[in-house]
């Protein structure tokens, strides 16, 4: 079975920066596109960011253009998701999900295995 383990997110002030990571228990994690989702209590999962097996493709949302990267370390079995410039609007409960492809998308219903989500709030 795949687990997905996201760091702990936290309470940060706008404008300031967060790392989220997601450590993936698979053999080899090359094999897998990976994406970030964010959802609220009253919303439906967004996609925030993807990027394929090998890392070569990246994508995002347009709202967090600029401002957040997806990377991964196949070698760790990690994906990162750097966010910078935060804004209260990014407050949301963030998942990493894992598809057994190589290629990306931002759709939801095309990840097979996903975290448990962590809370990221910006808040002065």
């Known amino acids: 079975q795949v687990q997905l383990v996201e760091s702990v997110g936290g309470l940060v002030q706008p404008g300031v920066s967060l790392r989220l990571s997601c450590v993936v228990s698979?053999?080899?994690?090359?094999?897998?596109?990976m994406g970030w989702f964010r959802q609220a209590p009253w919303k439906e999962r967004e996609f925030v960011a993807t990027?394929?097996?090998?890392?070569?493709?990246?994508d995002y949302t347009t709202t967090v253009k600029g401002r957040f990267t997806i990377s991964r370390d196949n070698a760790k079995n990690t994906v990162y998701l750097q966010m910078n410039s935060l804004k209260p609007e990014d407050t949301d409960l963030y998942y990493c999900?894992?598809?057994?492809?190589?290629?990306?998308?931002?759709?939801?219903?095309?990840?097979?295995?996903w975290g448990q989500g962590t809370q990221v709030t910006v808040s002065s």
């Open positions: 999900a894992a598809r057994n492809r190589p290629y990306s998308t931002g759709r939801v219903d095309q990840y097979d295995y």
């Open positions: 990027i394929n097996a090998s890392g070569g493709y990246t």
């Open positions: 698979v053999r080899t994690l090359s094999s897998y596109a």
